[in-house]
C-alpha cells in the first residue's frame, strides 16, 4: 500500500544545508519521491512512497526535536505521483517574497493567525454568521475549480503576487470582519495571516490542517465545494462522490475539474479542459492551436 504525506514545520534552523543532506538522505533510504523546501524558517514537504516507508521517514524525522510536533497529513497517492525526489534549500518554505518579514520561533510563526479546528469554523461561522469571511490563500487557478462558498478569492497567479495584492485600500471593507484564510494543508495560511494582520487586518484566523484536513472532517457536507487542486500527478482530488465540479472548460463552458497543459509547449498553459473536448482540442487557444498543428 502506498500513501502520500503533506507535511510542514515552522521553527528556526541555524543550518539549512545539513538538515537539507539528512533529509534527502532520509528520503533516499525509504526509497521516497516528491519536493522538500527547507530554509531557515523550517520545513515543507510532500512525498508518496509505500506506507511502511513512509512510517519509517516519519519517525525519522520526528526524532530532530525542532520537527517533533510536525502534523503529518495522509492523503491517497503514492510514489509515482512524482516524478523524481527533489530536496533544496531556498530562502523561504512559501515563496511570498517576505523572507524579512516573516518571523518564527521554536513555537512557530511569530503573529500569524489564530488556528481553528475544522468544527471551530462551523462554530464561528454559526455565531458570527455573515462577519465571517473566508479568504483564499492559494491561487486564482486552484481557486477555480474548489473553494469555500462565498469565499474572497485574490486574483493572484502565483504566491508571491499576495503581497502586491494586499497593498493599498483593496480589502478595507472586511479589515475589521472575522476572516478565515485557507489553504490546501495550512502552510501557506501560516505567513498569509501573518502578512494580513501586519497590513491592518484586525481578526484574522487560519483553518487548521487546511482544506485536508476539513475534507476528511466534512467531505462535501460542509461548507467547502469542488474539488481540491494538487501539486503533485493527480492534479485534482475530490473528497467524496457528492462533489461538483465547479470549473468552467475553456472550450465549451461545461463543469469541469480536468487541468491539462497547452498542447503548444512554448505556451504550457495550464487550463481546465473538461473530458470530452480535451480529446480533440488539446490548446488553450486558436493561436495556440495553429503552432501546434503547423
Known amino acids: 500500500m502506498q500513501k502520500i504525506l503533506l507535511y510542514y514545520c515552522f521553527t528556526p534552523l ?12 532520509l528520503c533516499e533510504q525509504h526509497h521516497l519521491l516528491g519536493r522538500i523546501l527547507i530554509s531557515k524558517h523550517g520545513l515543507n514537504g510532500t512525498v508518496g512512497g509505500d506506507l511502511d516507508d513512509l512510517k519509517a521517514y516519519v519517525k525519522a524525522t520526528k526524532s530532530y526535536a525542532p520537527f517533533k510536533k510536525i502534523a503529518f497529513k495522509w492523503s491517497e497517492g503514492g510514489r509515482d505521483n512524482f516524478p523524481k525526489l527533489s530536496v533544496k534549500v531556498r530562502d523561504e518554505i512559501v515563496t511570498f517574497g517576505a523572507s524579512s518579514e516573516l518571523q518564527v520561533d521554536e513555537h512557530g510563526v511569530v503573529g500569524g493567525g489564530t488556528h481553528l ?13 455573515d462577519d465571517v469571511v473566508f479568504f483564499d490563500g492559494r491561487n486564482a487557478y486552484e481557486a477555480a475549480v474548489g473553494r469555500f462558498k462565498g469565499a474572497v ?76 487542486y494538487v501539486f503533485d500527478g493527480r492534479m485534482s482530488r475530490k473528497f467524496s462522490g457528492k462533489a461538483k465540479d465547479i470549473g468552467t472548460c475553456i472550450h465549451c463552458g ?19 479542459n473538461c473530458d470530452a473536448c480535451k480529446t480533440q482540442n488539446t490548446t488553450c487557444s486558436e493561436v495556440c492551436a495553429t503552432i501546434v498543428l503547423c
Open 14 to 25: 541555524a543550518d539549512p544545508e545539513a538538515i537539507r543532506l539528512w533529509q534527502r538522505a
Open 117 to 129: 479546528k475544522p468544527h471551530q469554523v462551523h462554530e464561528l461561522v454559526e455565531q458570527y454568521g
Open 153 to 228: 478569492v485574490p486574483e493572484t497567479r502565483t504566491t508571491r503576487d499576495f503581497l502586491q495584492d494586499l497593498a493599498g485600500d483593496k480589502y478595507a471593507a472586511i479589515k475589521d470582519k472575522k476572516v478565515v484564510t485557507y489553504c490546501t494543508g495550512g502552510v501557506r495560511c501560516e505567513v498569509l495571516s501573518s502578512l494580513m494582520k501586519n497590513r491592518g487586518f484586525t481578526d484574522v484566523y487560519q483553518l487548521d490542517g487546511g482544506i485536508v484536513k476539513y475534507g476528511e472532517a466534512y467531505k462535501d457536507d460542509g461548507l467547502w465545494e469542488g474539488s481540491l
Open 254 to 272: 461545461g463543469p469541469t475539474s480536468n487541468y491539462e497543459n497547452c498542447a503548444n509547449v512554448s505556451c504550457n498553459n495550464l487550463v481546465l
